[in-house]
């Protein structure tokens, strides 16, 4: 099953806001991420591993993350974060 996320706050994570990551399963690719709040996250707000392919994040108001946004997959498409 895909992930969606839509209009939530997430904040105050020890390491990440959000984790897109399985390389050994499809659920890391084809998930979408909109519209969220992420602040504050003591890692990456956004974080996508190698072996992810083909996610959708857009539209999310990132800040004061210790990095805003981590790519290692293929072909996700990250607009107007």
Not at 31 to 44: E, L, Q
Not at 66 to 75: F, H, K, P, R, V
């Amino acid at each position: 099953m895909k992930k969606i996320t839509i209009n939530n706050i997430i904040k105050n994570n020890e390491v990440r806001g959000i984790r897109i990551e399985d390389e050994n399963t499809p659920s890391g690719d084809f998930n979408i991420i909109d519209n969220n709040i992420i602040t504050n996250n003591k890692g990456t707000g956004i974080f996508s591993g190698s072996g992810t392919n083909n996610n959708a994040v857009r539209s999310n108001c990132l800040f004061n993350n210790a990095l805003d946004i981590d790519d290692q997959g293929t072909d996700n498409i990250f607009d107007e974060n």
